[in-house]
C-alpha cells in the first residue's frame, strides 16, 4: 500500500477522497496551512513520547538541543572550507584546461538590431 510520505495519508485515501485527504500541513494539501515552529516541536514531542511509551524528559530534550548545537558549531565551518577547496579546485582545473569563458549572446529581433 502507498503513503504520502510528507503526511502519511494512504493512496486509497487519496483516491477516494482527493487532495483534501492529505494534512493540511502537508504540501500536497491543495489549501496549505503554514505551522509555527512551536507547533511543529509540540507535534514531534508528541510523536517521540508515542514512540518512547511517555513523555520524554526535559534533561533528555536539552542533551539533545545541546548535541545538535555542538555538531551545527563543528559541521559549519567544515563545510565551509570544503565548498572553498572545491571551488579553489575547480578553478585550477579551469586554468590548467585554458577553458575560456563562454561569450555570451546577445540576440536582437531583426528589426531591433544595429
Known sequence: ???????????????????EAHAPT??????????RRGHEQAVQGQLTALVHGGPVSETLEKARGARNARVRAELRPLAAQAAERRMREMEQQKEEKGVEKKRRLNLHAPWEER
Open 26 to 35: 502537508c504540501t500536497y494539501h491543495p489549501r496549505r496551512v503554514q505551522v
Open 1 to 19: 500500500m502507498e503513503w504520502c510520505y510528507i503526511c502519511g495519508t494512504s493512496y486509497e485515501n487519496i483516491k477516494r477522497r482527493g487532495e
